[in-house]
């Protein structure tokens, strides 16, 4: 039987030949005269042992000094800003890292509450699929039908979520918007539909968008708003959507008689989720960013290097005036 010195002689010289010169395991065992299934075996016993220590770097987990600034400034769990590439599509990017930070935090029994529109789209379609999960749900915390032909892609966002996550998904077949308060309570009577908004109410984990203002806006390109309320809302300082709600730069909602018309669950309940990850990119969305982090209403920003920047410097600007 060989002793511990030679043993250990042997695991050094077979790691040596594996890691350090790049040799596979068929050639460390012809180079030794040993079988390839016992040099595999050697080569676990020398990690068990400390004389192999594998470490992986993951440079996406390293914090850079912009994401700290936003962090500690507004006391964020998370923040991840992507490299800005002309050569890819900023959408897929900051998906993909919205994903695989979703991935990190979802458990059993989650409820996800989302919002619609074409940044949760791209998000969705990038998600890491979890054969694992169970009693997960996920359902849209705003009205999802669109009154014009525009797709925001509201029932496809709440599938591949169900799909990815092995998930139930709930949609509301309802305008974001509707003409009166009455109707509003109406609807938040139905039983069915009273339901879908319960779980919204109670998701732990919101992903959603901060929403742009203007014209090429997803909230009036989708025909919620007219001309004549965008001109009043802009007079009140209006300067994006988050769910729905229309926002100022500080993250209060700007015309309340709107708000009492529309179909979401409240930014005072979003306000108190555990996970709030706003998703954005862009430099129309850089006020409504600028809204959600002085309202306290996101906990996670994941956007672009580009937009970042755009951010913290419209952040630093404002404290000066």
């Not at 990690?47 to 936003?70: A, H, N």
């Not at 799909?163 to 509707?178: C, G, H």
């Not at 609807?187 to 069915?192: E, T, V």
């Amino acid at each position: 039987m060989m002793n511990d010195y030679k043993k250990i002689e042997l695991l050094v010289q077979v790691a040596k030949l594996y890691y350090e010169n790049d040799y596979s395991q068929e050639m460390v065992a012809k180079k030794l005269s040993l079988s390839r299934p016992y040099i595999s075996k050697l080569l676990n016993e020398a990690k068990e042992v400390g004389i192999v220590r594998v470490q992986v770097i993951d440079p996406m987990s390293v914090e850079s000094k912009l994401e700290q600034k936003f962090r500690n400034k507004f006391n964020l769990k998370k923040v991840i800003i992507t490299p800005s590439n002309a050569d890819e599509n900023p959408l897929s990017r900051i998906g993909m890292e919205m994903a695989r930070y979703l991935n990190s935090i979802i458990k059993n029994g989650d409820i996800l509450g989302l919002s619609w529109g074409d940044t949760l789209f791209e998000c969705s379609k990038s998600l890491i699929g979890r054969e694992d999960l169970e009693n997960v749900t996920a359902v849209l915390l705003c009205g999802g039908i669109s009154n014009l032909k525009k797709n925001i892609y509201s029932t496809e966002i709440a599938n591949n979520f169900a799909n990815k996550l092995r998930a139930s998904s709930y949609v509301l077949p309802l305008p974001a918007v509707v003409d009166n308060k009455k109707m509003k309570d109406i609807i938040q009577r139905d039983h069915n539909m009273g339901k879908v908004l319960q779980y919204g109410y109670d998701a732990n984990i919101a992903v959603f968008t901060m929403g742009a203002f203007g014209l090429k806006s997803a909230i009036v390109r989708a025909g919620y708003l007219s001309d004549r309320t965008m001109e009043e809302l802009s007079q009140k300082g209006a300067v994006g959507d988050i769910c729905s709600h229309i926002i100022d730069i500080n993250g209060n909602i700007c015309d309340m008689e709107l708000d009492e018309r529309t179909i979401a669950v409240p930014l005072d309940v979003i306000r108190q989720k555990e996970y709030r990850i706003g998703v954005a990119q862009g430099t129309s969305k850089i006020d409504s960013i600028c809204g959600a982090l002085n309202g306290g209403l996101i906990n996670v920003l994941i956007t672009n290097e580009e937009t970042a920047e755009l951010v913290w410097n419209k952040i630093e600007k404002m404290e000066c005036d």
